[in-house]
């Protein structure tokens, strides 16, 4: 029956966005969405969100949102492994919001509490005409869709500089991955982190 041979497993992804640490900056928002497969879907759950404002504490470098995440996901196959992709704004000159740090990195392959930092980074202007200009117009470069930090295409030609870090908490639940054939294994790569329960036994 259905329930004996299920067509699709589902991963259930729940957690918060924590904290960030960025030494030079103050009073930071963030942003959020999830970059899939085209064998995955969502099911539940929100796939993008954004946080409140908030400041650093008296004494503390610790900018602390705790904005809850959750969303479940149905798939056929792990190829296209579900990735956050995180992007945190704040003031900047003329009051202008710019982009003070974008991050990605897979859901945890296996089940169960994890906590994972984001090194995150900006893209820099490629010359010192386009910097000036920015300081100018109080504009900072970005992506036009931040998506495209977790897809890598055209990443290789963009000049980034690294810039802070974001602590995501995961609670991450799945349901008939073993019926399928697969099972998890170490989280040491997106490519490896699962295998076929077949190939394992060979």
């Known amino acids: ?3 004996n041979n299920p067509a699709v497993f589902l991963l259930m992804v729940n957690g918060q966005i924590e904290a960030a640490d960025f030494p030079e900056y103050d009073d930071l928002y963030c942003k959020y969405c999830f ?4 064998d995955w879907a969502p099911t539940s759950g929100l796939e993008e969100g954004i946080s409140q404002i908030t400041s650093k504490g008296r004494g503390s470098q610790s900018l602390v949102w705790t904005f809850p995440l959750d ?6 196959s792990p190829f296209g492994w579900p990735q956050i992709v995180v992007s945190v ?7 202008n919001d710019v982009v003070r740090g974008y991050g990605a990195i897979h859901i945890p392959f296996t089940p169960g509490k ?3 930092p984001i090194p995150m980074f900006v893209p820099e202007s490629t010359s010192r005409l386009q910097k000036f200009t920015s ?3 109080g504009r900072r470069p970005e992506f036009t ?8 295409e055209g990443r290789e030609v963009t000049r980034v500089r690294s810039q802070g870090f974001v602590t995501l908490l995961f609670n991450i639940v799945t349901k008939d991955m073993k019926k399928l054939g697969y099972e998890t294994t170490s989280e040491h790569s997106a490519a490896t982190g699962l295998t ?3 190939q394992k036994l060979q």
């Not at 970059?35 to 085209?38: D, L, S, T």
């Not at 704004?89 to 009051?95: E, K, L, V």
């Open 1 to 3: 029956m259905t329930s």
């Open 35 to 38: 970059v899939y497969g085209h």
């Open 71 to 76: 969303i479940t996901f149905k798939s056929t």
């Open 89 to 95: 704004y704040g003031p900047y000159t003329f009051g």
């Open 114 to 116: 994890h906590t994972k």
């Open 135 to 137: 300081w100018l117009m």
């Open 145 to 152: 869709d931040p998506k495209v930090v977790a897809q890598g």
């Open 196 to 198: 076929r329960t077949s």
